[in-house]
């Protein structure tokens, strides 16, 4: 009796102190989260004030080192929004297709060769894939350039380093993060799920369409969502395949996106310049906040 009191004691003792260590990792999360988003507004909102709200995220005009300068982010909003939503137009069926490959169709041979590769990827610096962009892709995508706007005299040639570009790295660099998420939730179906749909007739294929997709719909979606996120907080890779200058988003334009207007000024700027830039960082926080709760609530309802 003695040694059954003693082991339940520390037990209890054991599941305590456990809860305390999980309440607190839980509370401090929400407080890293509490104290980025107060850093944000404090570091962000001051230039919307002094510049105006209309100025800078309407405004088209960015030259902030100019006699009488002009802080408008209107295009590099439009440029972070499409070319987030063109890299996942891309990206996301090529990622959950390689993901079905994987899991359902693909031998256990093939599967130890795929496998490791899609892995790698994941592994690959982000400054590597910009310079294999600027190296091969960018050269590749001026020649299609100078094919399409031969004898143009409106045309400003990019050398390549263009909005197609940049949307092409982003695709490829979110390709491991959705396919092994969806990949694990593929694979995480009950097998009974699959055993019916063969059952009643249906073929390999309109059961993965059918059955399969549907069932895991919960674990794809939060491969999306990750995947948005990489997309829109990277900022190495784009910097040197998009040109990095403040236009329409149009597909052989050089751009900026959100990101890079940060990386590629925060170091020589000063006063309400610098101001602007972390209101830009304060744009784009609030931009992924949005993206977030608006996936969220859709993965919320596909579960319910």
Request: hydrophobic residues 55%; glycine residues 8%.
């Amino acid at each position: 009796m003695y040694s059954i009191a003693a082991n339940h004691k520390n037990k209890s003792m054991v599941e305590k102190a456990a809860s305390v260590v999980f309440t607190v990792c839980g509370l401090a999360a929400v407080l890293a989260v509490l104290s980025i988003t107060l850093y944000m507004i404090l570091k962000g909102a001051p230039a919307l004030g002094k510049v105006g709200v209309k100025e800078i995220l309407f405004g088209t005009v960015w030259k902030p080192s100019a006699e009488d300068p002009s802080f408008g982010i209107l295009y590099v909003i439009l440029t972070s929004i499409v070319g987030t939503l063109m890299a996942i137009l891309i990206g996301v069926p090529i990622g959950v297709m390689t993901a079905v490959f994987l899991a359902e169709v693909a031998s256990p041979k093939l599967v130890k060769v795929v496998k490791p590769a899609v892995e790698l990827l994941a592994g690959i610096p982000s400054v590597i894939y910009g310079l294999l962009g600027l190296l091969v892709l960018n050269p590749l995508m001026y020649r299609l350039e100078k094919i399409i706007f031969a004898g143009s005299s409106t045309h400003q040639f990019t050398g390549g380093s263009n909005m197609i570009s940049a949307v092409l790295v982003l695709a490829i660099m979110i390709l491991p993060t959705v396919i092994n998420i969806s990949e694990s939730a593929l694979r995480a179906v009950p097998a009974h799920l699959k055993s019916a749909s063969l059952a009643l007739g249906a073929s390999h294929i309109q059961t993965i369409f059918k059955v399969m997709i549907p069932a895991a719909s919960s674990g794809i979606i939060s491969a999306i969502v990750l995947g948005v996120g990489r997309a829109i907080g990277e900022a190495m890779a784009i910097t040197l395949v998009s040109g990095s200058s403040v236009n329409l988003p149009l597909p052989f334009n050089s751009v900026r996106f959100l990101t890079t207007a940060i990386v590629s000024e925060m170091a020589y700027s000063k006063g309400i310049h610098r101001e602007v830039l972390f209101t830009i960082g304060l744009v784009l926080f609030v931009f992924i906040m949005m993206i977030n709760f608006a996936l969220s609530r859709i993965l919320k309802r596909k579960e319910e």
